[in-house]
């Protein structure tokens, strides 16, 4: 089974604070990518990752920043978190290639900031 | 314009009630279609996906396509209560970077 892993379920931070969140997948998926679920808005796409220390800009960059070193690893930072960023962040990975493009999802973060 | 548009709802159904969800979309490119199933506080898991128009059925689920209108449903037969969550259709950006385009997502209580 695919697993991808959030380190942090909950996250309450102060505005200006820096603010990591990381994600592990297992499964040796090349493609890696952040969203952000809002109600009413559905998930939209931050930042992704085709292979390690590659990244592509989604659809909702500002105030974001990631990392890939690894393979497996994908950290998304805010360099300083605003009441705007509070929502539930959602981690996935992929085959590349695939023509499904089956996403595999973690069980998100949900990041408060006051 | 959102690229996939899709009602919020809530939908409300009694069990055993056929429950239709829709999305619109509007670029043509990259024509692979997906269906997500969130469950309340979890990460959504691939429900069914279609790469023509038509039908693809899945026990009691119904995936269709209809690209003249631009238009994707997901039927689901004799609704349960454990059918409840919330539904997000989904479309191929590019089948290299694995980049997906959803909808807001359709929340959906199945009543007992």
């Known amino acids: 089974d695919v697993k991808v892993t959030q380190s942090s379920r909950y996250l309450v931070k102060r505005t200006g604070e820096k603010v990591f969140l990381e994600c592990v997948q297992d499964?040796?998926?090349?493609?890696m990518f952040w969203y952000r679920q809002d109600p009413g808005l559905g998930l939209r796409l931050i930042y992704f990752?085709?292979?390690?220390?590659?990244?592509e800009k989604g659809d909702i960059p500002e105030g974001y920043s990631v990392s890939r070193e690894k393979k497996e690893r994908f950290s998304l930072i805010l360099e300083s978190a605003s009441t705007n960023q509070t929502s539930m962040y959602l981690c996935?990975?992929?085959?590349?290639?695939?023509?499904?493009?089956?996403?595999?999802f973690g069980e998100g973060s949900r990041l408060t900031v006051l | 314009q959102k690229e996939v548009e899709q009602d919020p709802g809530p939908l409300s159904v009694p069990e055993g009630a056929i429950v239709s969800l829709n999305c619109t979309y509007s670029?043509?490119?990259?024509?692979?279609f997906m269906w997500y199933r969130q469950y309340s506080r979890k990460g959504p898991e691939l429900l069914m996906y279609?790469?023509?128009?038509g039908n693809k059925e899945d026990g009691r689920f119904t995936a269709q396509v209809d690209k003249s209108s631009k238009y994707i449903s997901l039927f689901i037969r004799d609704s349960q209560p454990s059918d409840s969550a919330t539904y997000l259709c989904?479309?191929?950006?590019?089948?290299?970077?694995?980049?997906?385009?959803f909808g807001q997502g359709t929340t959906l209580q199945v009543k007992p």
């Open positions: 499964m040796d998926h090349e493609n």
């Open positions: 279609t790469y023509s128009s």
């Open positions: 670029n043509s490119a990259f024509q692979y």
């Open positions: 990752s085709y292979d390690v220390k590659m990244k």
């Open positions: 989904a479309k191929g950006g590019s089948s290299n970077t694995g980049k997906l385009i």
């Open positions: 996935a990975s992929s085959l590349r290639g695939e023509v499904t493009g089956e996403l595999f």
